[in-house]
Structures are given as structure tokens and as C-alpha cells.
């Protein structure tokens, strides 16, 4: 395997630990994916190992049929979908699953998260959207990914009475998304006991977006 490879093995294996530190997992009931730079193959989790157990060797090795490469323990259950992502999505390097408690919560109910933290527009873009019902196995999940993000800015989405999907420019930042995710729909679902969260005006969406996209953070040095 190549340097490449080797090194995002060990991404891929360590994010996973962020997984657990924000508590978005129970069991072995999450996880995540990296594209390998320039090669149609990606790195996921495999199947059913506990998160403890983890190491960079043990990572999947697929291509972008899913189909494992070498090695050999069997990629996450989740692998289809991942692969549809990646072979519809090129921008996206990363995808992560999770079941966490919030999300799908709303994932349950079918409601899309709407937008009303300024949280939200910075990350999210607006709302973070429900995809359809879909059974795991085949590619229904991916098109359901891929149909609903299409139309949206939000690198999250929230699979019909499942759980939450979240794709980023790499790995990191597919799990950032999941996160945040988390965060907004419980702050969310908390507001709501209260009483019904205001909007936050489209031109002000945008425009937190926009920044926080764009010139919020640290700049890259040259
Ligand atoms: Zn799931």
C-alpha cells in the first residue's frame, strides 16, 4: 500500500475516536470514510469492530463499487452507501454515519432541523434536510444522499427513521459536520419545549454562510 494510503488509515482510525469523545455513538453503530487522494478507492471502517479495537491496519481498503481491496476484514455495513457518495459526489473526501440521539430524533419524525442558530447558517448553509426512507444493502441509501444533498448546502442529512449522514472536502471535516449536527439538533429540539424557534431571515442565512465559508478561522499560510 502506498504512503497515502497508510497515512490516511490512521486518520480515518483516530477520527473515529471523536466519534466516541462526542458521544454520537453507541456500540460499533457509526462510521466513517476517507477518499483516498487521486485513486478511485476510499478507507472505512470494517464491520462490527468495537470502537477500543481500532487500529489503522484494520481499516477497509474499497473501491468505488465498495468492494474491499486486499486485507481481510469485511468493510462497515455502511460501505454501499459510502461508495455511492463518492462515485456521485467527487467533490466529497470524506462521509461519516452516525446514529446519534438528537438527529434522529428528527430523522424519526421526518422533520427537516430548521434554521435557527446562527450556528446553523455558518455551518449548514439553512436547514439541514430529511432524505428518504431507504432499507441498508443496495445503493437506495447513496441515492438518497446524493438526490437530497444535490439541492443543498448542507453537508448533513437526516435519513427517514434511520439516522444522519454527513460529507465533507475530507474525512475531518465530514466528522466536524456530524458534530455540529448533534449540537443543533438538540439545541433545537430543546428550544422547541420552549416554544417555536424564530427563523433567521434568508439574506442573514446567506450571509453568515458566506463568511463563515469563506473568512472565518485561521488563514492557510502560503
Ligand atoms: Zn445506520
Redesign the pocket.
Known sequence: MSAVVGKLRETVCRLHDELVRYNLVAWT??NISGRVPGEDLFVIKPSGVSYDELSPESMVVCDLDGEPVGGELSPSS?TAAHAYVYREMPQVGGVV???STYASAWAARGEAIPCVLTAMADEFGGEIPVGPFAL?GGDDIGRGIVATLKGHRSPAIL?RN??VFTVGADARAAVKAAVMCEDVARTVHVARQLGEPLPIPRPAVDSLYDRYQNVYGQRSPR
Open positions: 453503530a457509526g455502511d454515519h452516525t446514529h441498508i435519513m434511520h439516522g
